[in-house]
């Protein structure tokens, strides 16, 4: 039964969010469910107006995402291999990257470096996405309701009619 509860609500998680560390040598890990949304989490409030971050993607880091907030510009890649087509959203304000509809190729290290003037900070995130084997989609759940409600409903007629035709022939 824990189980069952444990992945109900894994499949229903809609979005994860995790905040990076700015230990070098520290690696948030998160893990998500395929087709769910992660946040890549800054940890900042407000971007500096000389900031500029720059997010990677693997061992090759593959440059994804950029936020110049001095130039205002605002850019996501689809990776080299197109993996991310339209599925990166930056959040101008924090620099947060979410990632949407997620898919197993998408797991493995992401990497935010902030840059100013002064200091260059860095967050890492190891994302794992897991396969939705044995999750249950919109219509199917819909489906298992109805046919459940139907089973209830004719075994409630059956017991009815059983009790009322005991009844009729003891009158008898």
Known sequence: MFQTFALCC??????VGVFGDTDRDTVKSVSV???DSVTLNTGLTEIQKAD????KFGTSRT???KINHDTGVLSTNDGSDGRFRDRLKLDIQTGSLTITNTRT????????SIRNSSSETKYRFSVTVNDCTFCCHVPEVVTRLVI???VGVAAAFIMVYDITSRKSEKYR
């Not at 894994?10 to 979005?15: A, D, H, I, V």
């Not at 500029?52 to 997010?55: G, P, Q, T, V």
């Open 52 to 55: 500029e971050m720059l997010w």
């Open 33 to 35: 469910t395929e087709g």
């Open 105 to 112: 190729t998408d797991s493995g290290v992401y990497e935010v």
């Open 63 to 65: 440059l994804i995402a």
């Open 148 to 150: 459940s409600v139907l």
């Open 10 to 15: 894994l499949c229903c998680c809609c979005l």
